[in-house]
């Protein structure tokens, strides 16, 4: 990653379009389109990873008037906001780099990784988590209850026993779950949690759910997946939920395209897999930590070709017939 200064209107780039798609009202197809242009060179990513640092600014000037002047596209609080953001960008140290940053939610967690990073926290009562890529949470300890948030990404957690009177709870998204063993993974998806528990239960209460209703008991050696009103039925856990806890990506029969949907959680930047081959198979075991070689033995083992439109946009394309 380049320490150079990001050019002017690169940053005015990324400033328009971080401020525009900070607003509720953006579209997909917003979205789709500003992942292209940050996916369209290295510096455009760099600009876009320091607007993200700097949300905490432009996020208190989208709000109220600023968040109204998005809807007045000429507007003057508009230009302010869009010069300001632009200012920061330019005049971030040359040291920084935008693999640390992540999204302002997950920005002011407490701990966090990076895409590819993985940690092991230590928490005060002698427990740990292991933070898997991308991830962010909260820690809250106190003489009544030990909590945990988990804003994004995934993390396995192990639990010291104390008394019941200190509980130890998992704040996601979706729901509140009472850990009442000593091992268990959870994972942050857009819409819903995942749970696994391999040592000892957990009681899982949804957000929206009423009374004792959608909420569930999960067994050791079970797993579920968490909506807001309910939890689906456990079933057995699937092993292959741990395999990144030893660096691994493990597929068995898996799409191409669910498969590169989940390599590029651990890959900064855009990576994408043309419609035509998503419905390729794939089997295999794969390392984690060098993605540039899982894209080749790709490449070597199905009929695509791995385009780089540059370091940070890749796409994986059907081989033209020779």
């Known amino acids: 990653m380049s320490n150079t ?128 890529t991308g991830s962010a949470v909260d820690i809250a300890y106190d003489d009544n209850v030990r909590r945990v948030r988990l804003i994004a990404g995934e993390m396995f957690v192990e639990v010291p026993r104390e008394p019941a009177s200190r509980p130890f709870i998992i704040d996601t998204a979706e729901a509140e779950i009472a850990l009442l063993g000593s091992r268990f993974l959870v994972r942050q998806y857009p819409r819903s949690t995942y749970l696994a528990a391999l040592e000892g239960a957990a009681q899982v209460r949804p957000r929206l759910s009423r009374g004792d209703d959608g909420q569930l008991h999960l067994a050791a050696g079970r797993q579920t997946h968490i909506f807001p009103q309910a939890a689906e039925p456990s079933m057995a856990l699937a092993q292959h939920r741990l395999d990144w806890l030893g660096g691994v990506l493990r597929a068995d029969k898996m799409r191409l395209d669910d498969f590169i949907s989940e390599l590029g959680r651990y890959r900064p930047g855009l990576l994408r897999c043309d419609p035509a081959v998503g419905a390729l198979r794939i089997s295999g075991v794969f390392q984690l930590r060098d993605t540039e070689q899982v894209l080749h033995a790709l490449s070597q083992t199905l009929p695509v070709n791995i385009n780089y439109r540059t370091p940070y946009w890749v796409t994986l394309t059907a081989r033209a017939n020779t």
Do not use: Y
């Not at 607003?23 to 940050?38: F, T, V, Y």
């Not at 060179?41 to 432009?58: G, I, M, P, T």
């Open 5 to 132: 200064p990001i050019d002017r209107r690169i940053a005015r780039e990324a400033a328009g379009w971080f401020v525009r798609l900070q607003n509720d009202g953006a579209s997909a197809a917003e979205h789709a389109a500003g992942a292209e242009w940050r996916a369209r060179h290295v510096d455009h990513e760099r600009a876009w990873q320091l607007a993200e640092r700097f949300s905490s600014q432009a996020r208190q000037l989208c709000a109220g008037a600023g968040r109204a002047a998005l809807e007045r596209p000429r507007s003057l609080e508009r230009r302010k906001t869009l010069k300001t953001l632009a200012l920061l960008i330019v005049g971030v140290p040359l040291g920084f780099t935008a693999q640390r940053c992540l999204p302002w939610r997950e920005w002011q967690a407490d701990e966090r990784t990076a895409t590819g990073e993985q940690r092991t926290l230590q928490l005060p009562d002698g427990g740990q988590i292991r933070l898997n």
